[in-house]
């Protein structure tokens, strides 16, 4: 994903407040969006802005996605819950293949050098 890219905006809710719809996918790039969005958040910023990630930090953030989880869940119809839920699983796939790539990429630039 490219840093600085230009971030479409369509309603997006943050918290309890209405926003701007964002898009899930760059439109130029074909790359999902929801990566740029999470790190803007002000808990992630909090979290990351000493450096290091700790277990109550951890617990905050299962909290607040469990809670979201729960809110959302009840509006969503079988077959729209069957595809979030899917495209959920995929999204966590995804987010844990690219880290396990990156610490591959980190290992092997590190013994090259």
Known sequence: MSEG???????FFQGAHLMTRK???DPETNEPLIDDYAKKMVTFM???????????EISDQEARL????REVET???DAT????T??????TAFNIMQFVYE?????????RG
């Open 5 to 11: 890219r230009q971030i479409t905006e369509t309603h």
């Open 23 to 25: 898009s899930w996918v």
């Open 46 to 56: 909090q979290a990351f802005a000493d450096g290091v990630i700790t277990e109550s």
């Open 66 to 69: 469990v809670d979201l989880m």
């Open 75 to 77: 509006h969503l119809d």
């Open 81 to 84: 819950h069957a595809k979030v």
């Open 86 to 91: 899917r495209m959920m699983c995929e999204m």
């Open 103 to 111: 610490m591959q990429m980190s290992r092997a630039t590190a013994f």
